[in-house]
T-cell receptor, first 114, second 113 residues
Framework: DTAVSQTPKYLVTQMGNDKSIKCEQN?????MYWYKQDSKKFLKIMFS???????INETVPNRFSPKSPDKAHLNLHINSLELGDSAVYFC?????????????FGQGTRLTVV | GESVGLHLPTLSVQEGDNSIINCAYS??????FIWYKQESGKGPQFIID?????DKRQGQRVTVLLNKTVKHLSLQIAATQPGDSAVYFC????????????FGGGTRLMVKP
């Protein structure tokens, strides 16, 4: 049973297109995140949602819009894709927002913008 | 800005030896630390965590040491195996950051048979 699952695993698209990445967790967690990992493996938080409510929005272009239809899902929609958006995007979830706990990560979505 | 960083980008060890991966952090408010392992094509996987009220924690073949005085964290892997080859990240968070993890730059561990 996959705890945090993302689709698609690979996404190749042209500049200017709009694309979405889906994420679902079956752990019953209240908090979900999106992280971006660049070509140098550096991982950086993009968004954090708690019970469908946006908690953290790091300095991310407003072309990126997360959507949480329920607390088990956090999708990432990206408008007008640019070459610099090419990266691996990870969804994660954790049980608590206020208490520090480990985050569980999905397998990642490798986005390539051409 | 404040960040978490690693001293060594690549570490090569012989199978059976012990490995030590180091991490420095700069945020004095950090009170929770995690080590993650990332294998090729996969997401980060939790290894071990430690809270700031502790200076040592042991798991199966792994030990995390925390030195708050010098803001240093290390991961020790005993009897390193080929399956330990991966990129290792330290990460930190603090309660007033909404459990948001700040990651270090990663260290690649290569285990030679």
């Amino acid at each position: 049973d996959t705890a945090v699952s993302q689709t698609p695993k690979y996404l190749v698209t042209q500049m200017g297109n709009d694309k979405s990445i889906k994420c679902e967790q079956n752990l019953g967690h209240d908090t979900m995140y999106w992280y971006k990992q660049d070509s140098k493996k550096f991982l950086k938080i993009m968004f954090s949602y708690n019970n469908k409510e946006l908690i953290i929005n790091e300095t991310v272009p407003n072309r990126f819009s997360p959507k949480s239809p329920d607390k088990a899902h956090l999708n990432l929609h990206i408008n007008s894709l640019e070459l610099g958006d090419s990266a691996v995007y990870f969804c994660a979830s954790s049980q608590e927002l206020r208490e520090n706990t480990e985050a569980f990560f999905g397998q990642g979505t490798r986005l390539t913008v051409v | 800005g404040e960040s978490v960083g690693l001293h060594l980008p690549t570490l090569s060890v012989q199978e059976g030896d012990n490995s030590i991966i180091n991490c420095a952090y700069s945020n004095s408010a950090s009170d929770y630390f995690i080590w993650y392992k990332q294998e090729s094509g996969k997401g980060p996987q939790f290894i071990i965590d430690i809270r700031s009220n502790m200076d040592k924690r042991q798991g199966q073949r792994v030990t995390v040491l925390l030195n708050k005085t010098v803001k240093h964290l290390s991961l020790q892997i005993a009897a390193t195996q080929p399956g330990d080859s991966a990129v290792y990240f330290c990460a930190e968070s603090h309660n007033n950051a909404g459990n948001m993890l700040t990651f270090g730059g990663g260290t690649r561990l290569m285990v030679k048979p």
